[in-house]
């Protein structure tokens, strides 16, 4: 039998993966939780006007709302949030892959991404790894398509679609919509999710049961009958996990827009990196001058190509 610190790292080399789920896809989620590809602004505009009291008063501290649904084959997970950006420059931002790449790489696990614009559809090739420095020979490559499926001056909605993910892993799927809203204001759908069978699944309650114990999601559930909700854990807490990182880089990639192009990537290194320290519970990971360290080199390395 394996010593328990042995068995804690076979499930960090084969669950790390998981945990980066470079964002989202369609899984079994109810019916108001999804918008589909046809869905265009009247929808979002009522899922806006539905999640009012809790955009207004929420744990966040900021109009966000976070939640998540778990079948047995898929994981998925949702952020609506308002953002403090008129919604032409996000739609103009959005609209282009290269964009994705700026945004993904501020994750903990993203290792590089390049956008392939001459590929119809284009393709973002991104490959994900640990949270620290790592070869991209030994990180896992996810190529995910590019759909611009609206870009209308009331809406924006785009797609990231790969088929395959390790240990069996598939769908992932990025999915961004968004709205202008009143005071110059956007209203935005971020949804994640992939697609797992019998290994995935393995992989990540092993990982769970041993260096993920303890970890926790943003969504409160019960747990029975009469007793407090407590914050949601498992597949489900990971997965809102990566959907909060992902919905902070987007804001972070927006914040960091107005100031000149030279001084923009260390700008949103520092700004995710003290977002995702705001809900240290949930997200803390490393310390800051190590995540500015690797995100420096990282950067470098997607820039140069080595």
Request: net charge positive.
């Amino acid at each position: 039998m394996l010593k328990k610190h042995t068995m804690a790292t076979h499930w960090r080399k084969t669950a790390w993966l998981l945990l980066a789920a470079n964002l989202g896809g369609v899984a079994h989620v109810h019916a108001q939780d999804v918008l589909s590809v046809g869905a265009g602004a009247t929808a979002l505009h009522a899922r806006y006007a539905e999640l009012a009291p809790q955009l207004a008063r929420n744990q966040f501290q900021r109009p966000l709302v976070i939640d998540s649904t778990e079948s047995g084959k898929a994981v998925s997970g949702n952020a609506y949030a308002v953002i403090n950006y008129p919604f032409a420059s996000v739609s103009s931002a959005f609209r282009d892959p290269d964009t994705w790449c700026e945004v993904l790489i501020l994750h903990l696990n993203t290792k590089h991404c390049r956008a392939e614009e001459d590929r119809k559809p284009p393709v973002l090739a991104v490959s994900v790894g640990k949270k620290h420095s790592q070869e991209l020979k030994d990180a896992h490559a996810l190529a995910f398509n590019f759909r611009l499926v609206s870009a209308t001056d009331d809406n924006l909605a785009v797609q990231l679609n790969a088929d395959k993910g390790p240990l069996g892993t598939h769908n992932y799927r990025i999915e961004l919509r968004a709205i202008p809203v009143a005071g110059g204001k956007t209203f935005m759908h971020l949804q994640y999710a992939y697609g797992f069978g019998v290994a995935g699944r393995l992989a990540m309650q092993g990982y769970l049961s041993t260096v993920g114990s303890g970890k926790i999601g943003f969504s409160q559930v019960e747990t029975s009958a009469g007793a407090p909700r407590k914050p949601v854990e498992g597949m489900r807490g990971a997965v809102e996990r990566n959907t909060m990182r992902y919905y902070l880089a987007i804001d972070t990639y927006m914040a960091a827009l107005g100031l000149a192009p030279a001084e923009q990537v260390e700008k949103r290194f520092q700004l995710w990196f003290d977002a995702t320290e705001r809900y240290p519970k949930q997200l803390h990971e490393i310390d800051r001058a190590a995540y500015m360290t690797m995100k420096r080199a990282e950067y470098q390395r997607q820039q140069t190509g080595r």
